[in-house]
């Protein structure tokens, strides 16, 4: 199973930027897949995921209105749409992948068996 998490960069205050979290190796559409996000010498941060049967969608609730996760299975991907950044959400972005995952553990990094590598967001003021 591999997961690549791609579209991080430099932005600035107010901007918008579009992760993708394109995963393989894997019956992707079983997969609860999840973003989370760590800031330098903070710990690692629960952004949104998607079920894996289910469909159903859970968001950190700081993020709701600003960050919205989307699942297309037929291309094996999960991307976040990140508005209205702001330099808080500088961290490193990781999507991670889970088959037995429960709706009420989506938001527990322990509960996901595969992680991405990450990608770097850094906004800027």
């Known amino acids: 199973v591999q997961l690549q998490a791609s579209g991080g960069g430099l932005v600035q205050v107010g901007d918008s930027l579009k992760l993708f979290c394109t995963a393989s190796?894997?019956?992707?559409?079983?997969?609860?897949v999840g973003w989370f996000r760590q800031a330098p010498g903070k710990e690692r941060e629960f952004v949104a995921a998607t079920h894996g049967h289910s469909s159903s969608i859970v968001s950190a609730d700081s993020l709701k209105g600003r960050f919205a996760i989307f699942r297309d299975n037929a291309k094996n991907t999960v991307n976040l749409q990140m508005n209205s950044l702001n330099v808080d959400d500088t961290a490193v972005y990781y999507c991670a992948a889970g088959r037995r995952i429960i709706v009420s553990s989506m938001r527990r990094d322990q509960a996901y068996d595969y992680w991405g590598q990450g990608t770097q967001v850094t906004v800027s003021s």
């Open positions: 190796g894997l019956t992707f559409r079983s997969y609860t």
